[in-house]
């Protein structure tokens, strides 16, 4: 998208916000913000309308150790690239006159403020002068550049609209809410390669890894990591010597370790104080590092380790497909060729693509968390649950069941799905990464429906001892008998019924006769392949090597259907 789709795209965003709130517009431009820079706003009140103090808006946050307090001035049009009005600024230069004069505050709140929300204002005050209350002003509207010369110094945030295009293009990448600032202390050198030698702004200092300890104790919500193709291993063994340096050998950790790569908006040195910040800090390599000790008790405070900085600006100007393009393309390069300790896997270097962010975003908006990344599910399942968003497919998950819907691919199929090594390999990929997020979802939920009455056929015997083997190959098998039937995979019609399936509790008997009918095609398949390999090579063939062979299953896939399918098919996904 280009400055002006970006624009569109934050009215349909903001309107979406206002129907579903039953907001005004400009209460729904204020909540839409808060929701998309903040994490977590709490206690939100929208103060906006006459005699409101020039505040529309208050809110807290609370990361579980520190709680701040935030008031909100905001201008809205829905007009493309106007120039913020006068009065935007006016108002600017008039609160922060009030809020900074302790003498101006009374008159304020007799004259500006209606009775109710001066005792609101008071505690706000209280918060302000204690050092836990924010000033934000933000608009939709372009800068004014003669009058916001005239507010930019104030130690208050300020947006405009290329402002909140910015944080768009973040948010799409699933990097918002924004990281605080990181500050390294006692940093007595930065090394950096000359403008002309480099694509972009990389410097390299040695840290302390206790600042980031400390860093992390603020970051519940691992924000720090966003953008990062991986979590948290776990105990690996190599984690286990990172730790252990770490809390035994401190003064070898820096030439011990592989380092940490971090992005960055920019980077600040105070050569005076030693102190070198990091605006908007993401780290993309050396998760494993981080998170290995991240839990010691009393971390030494003279560890260090290589901390390579790689500063992308905000992307501002017309120009901004073509921006977009290049900053994905050098995140891209440096997840894949950043040195990594622990083994990386090809589906962990596709967890921020296009095609993996689309799907996350996706599912989320059906209340399921697509996991792009090992075990994210598992570490904010709590906080997910919060918020009504249940566990949805993972990533490799996800990718095996488009491979078994493009089962008359050559170079798909249930057998190919079984290999994430070969399913994740670039011509492989590239096919399953064309697919449309309706048809994944709607795979997802056919997915769903199999797990649950393949566990109610369970008791049978001949079921039970196939064991998971069959799980690829069926899937792909219903996918044929439905597409025989003529039922649409990828069509929004098709969504509701499954997800009354999935949502349903009781039990169809429709649908667990139709799944154990194609069981029993894959087994009476299975049978009659184990005597004829048992008559050519005199040995019996496995389970397991029967399902994971191309060869077989191409066969099963092509035998013609003699189960009555038509008669479920048209009942269960067409109902005709």
Known sequence: MNRKELFDFTLRSIKEKSKKFRLAEPQGFI?????????????????DGSKDGKIDCFFNTNNGRNVKHYLVNAKYTSEYDNKAPVKFYEEISYFCHVVQNKDARGEYLQKAVKPELAQRYKKLF????AGTANLVFVTNHTKNDPHYKEVKELSIKIFHLDDLIQFIVDDIDIAMPRTDDLVLNDIHNVLSPDKKDTEVSTSIVFAKLYDFVKYMEDDPYDLLFARNVRLDLGNTQVNKEIKKTFESKPTEFAFSNNGITMLCERHIHNPGTKELTIVNPRVVNGSQTLHSIRTIQTPPLNARVMLRIIEIPPLYGDDLPEKISKKKDIMNKIAIRSNQQNQIKLWNLVANDDFQLELYRFFRGKGFFYERREKE?????????????YQGPSLTSMCQLICCYKWHDKKLGPAVARNLAKLFDGATYDIIKATNPELAYQLFLLDKIIYKYWGLLANKKYISNLKNYPHQSLFSLIIKVTELSNVKWGNPDL????????????????????????????YQH???????????????????????????????????????????????????
Do not use: G, H
């Not at 209280?126 to 002068?129: K, N, Q």
């Not at 599910?377 to 968003?389: A, D, F, N």
């Open 31 to 47: 909540k839409w913000f808060i929701e998309l820079y903040f994490l977590n706003p709490q206690e939100v009140f929208v103060s």
């Open 126 to 129: 209280d918060y302000y002068d």
């Open 377 to 389: 599910y598992k570490t904010r399942s709590r906080e997910l649950r919060s918020v009504q968003i």
């Open 495 to 522: 969504t509701p019924i499954l997800e009354d399936y999935c949502n349903n509790d009781s039990e169809y008997k429709n649908l667990r006769n139709f799944v154990k009918s194609c069981i029993d095609f894959i």
């Open 526 to 576: 299975y049978k009659k392949t184990k005597q004829a390999y048992l008559k050519k090579e005199k040995d019996a063939l496995s389970i397991a090597n029967y399902f994971k062979s191309n060869l077989y299953m191409s066969s099963l896939l092509k035998q013609n259907i003699y189960f009555p399918y038509k008669k479920f098919t048209k009942k269960l996904f067409l109902k005709i």
